[in-house]
Every structure is written in C-alpha cells, then in structure tokens.
C-alpha cells in the first residue's frame, strides 16, 4: 500500500500539499479564432503535521540477546511490520481526530462505490464509475480476504478452472 503514495522528506513537523476538489473538464471542437471553452480545475491547500507511529517490547533480559543472536533480527523485523500495519491503517481507514491521521475512508471528496455482493462486480462497477469520471485507476488496494475471494473464483462457481492466476500475490493488498 505505501509504494503506492508519494512521500517527501520533511523539513519541519508541518506541511503542505494541494488536494483538487473540482476537475470539470470543458474541452470541445472550436473552429480557428473562436472563444475556447474553459475547464475548472479546482485545488485547495491542505495542512497537516508529522505524526509518529511507535511501540516497545517488554522488557526482557539482556542475555537473550546475548544467547540468541536471532532474537534481535526476529524482534526488529516484527516491531517494524507492527509500525508498517498500523501506518497502513491509518492511511486507509484514519479517523483524523488526536494524532490519527485522515485515512481515505475518511477524506470528503473520494469517490465511494458500494460494495456489490462480490469483489469482482463490485470492482467492475469502480471501473465505471471512474471512467465516468474520466479516471482511470492505476492500482487497486483490496483486503486479503477479497483477494482471497477473487484469486478462488472458479468458471462455473464450483469446480471449473479457476478464472484468475494467482496474480493478486503480487498485488498490494491491505490487511
């Protein structure tokens, strides 16, 4: 999921960035020297502040370290997938409020399809409602058990072969 946002460094705890909140798209056939039509395309500044995402082990004693060098490796690898688990959260599903970030879910202007009976329709559906838009997505985010879902559809819903390959294992699903 955060392969799919752009990150910057920061310079100071604050920041900036523009969030477009009307894209009306006028453009048509005009004959030479004729009045253009004009397309608006609204942006907004938007402000936010650093927040932190931590956590720690409970104590325990040095000598485990010492006696078992792989506990060190195990113990980072797991504490640093906790901080990316939450952080994707919170960039999904963020309340705003405190020091929670404003996830998608809860951003005003994101375009909402309704979930409809199955991944597979409801995902056709996103597609149109997009191009309606004149948008095309570029990646799709899915949780894993709609992944699931979809990488076991099957040709005749019981036991033909399965429609999908298992593509979706490289797809980023959120969890």
């Known amino acids: 999921l955060l392969d799919l946002i752009q990150r910057e460094r920061l310079d100071s705890n604050t920041f900036e960035f523009l969030r477009q909140t009307v894209a009306d798209n006028a453009a048509d056939v005009v004959a030479d020297g004729e009045r253009k039509p004009t397309s608006t395309y609204t942006f907004e500044p938007v402000e936010g502040r650093a927040r932190v995402i931590a956590h720690l082990s409970e104590p325990f004693p040095l000598r485990f370290l010492d006696d078992h060098a792989s506990v060190t490796d195990l113990l980072d690898q797991q ?97």
């Open 79 to 175: 504490m640093r997938r906790g901080v990316i688990s939450k952080l994707e959260q919170q960039v999904v599903s963020g309340t705003g409020t405190g020091e929670e970030f404003t996830g998608l879910l809860n951003t005003t202007g994101v375009t909402d399809v309704a979930y409809a009976g199955d991944p597979l329709t409801t995902l056709r559906r996103a597609v149109t409602t997009l191009q309606g838009k004149d948008e095309a997505p570029n990646a799709w985010v899915l949780n894993p058990t709609d992944a699931e879902e979809l990488s076991l559809t099957r040709e005749d819903g019981e036991t033909g072969g399965f429609l999908f390959s298992d593509g979706f294992a490289s797809a980023v699903v959120f969890g």
